[in-house]
């Protein structure tokens, strides 16, 4: 898929760029994982991730996959990429971004949209 929005092609460029959001995004790629699980795996500050992880949601490069009710019966939210690979080509005045979807998760989101009718 090509990306034709500019303010996506500069969230993933950012992402990119930044080591931190890279790590969190290669940390989530193939299994869902709340921010402790990326903190450690990762071994970035929780303000940081928390930060990072917001923005990733917010740009629509991450996604909330479930919300599970741990054992002491808090609430916690698992996280996982939407898209799988970036491909960046830079053309004279034109970025061309292409992605491949994680389709994992865009197959749960369908699942769970369409089984709201049941």
Do not use: C
Not at 71 to 94: A, C, P, Q, W
Not at 99 to 104: C, F, G, K, L, S
Request: no cysteine; hydrophobic share 40%; net charge neutral.
């Amino acid at each position: 898929m090509i990306v034709k929005s500019d303010r996506l092609k500069h969230a993933i460029l950012a992402a990119l760029a930044d080591g931190e959001p890279q790590k969190i995004l290669d940390s989530a790629m193939y299994e869902s994982k709340s921010v402790n699980n990326i903190v450690h795996e990762t071994e970035i500050s929780h303000t940081t991730a928390y930060r990072k992880i917001r923005w990733l949601v917010e740009e629509k490069l991450l996604v909330v996959d479930k919300i599970v009710i741990t054992e002491d019966g808090k609430k916690s939210t698992l996280f996982r990429t939407i898209l799988k690979t970036f491909t960046v080509k830079y053309e004279y005045n034109n970025v061309i971004i292409e992605t491949e979807q994680n389709v994992d998760i865009l197959r749960k989101v369908t699942e769970r949209f369409f089984s709201l009718d049941d």
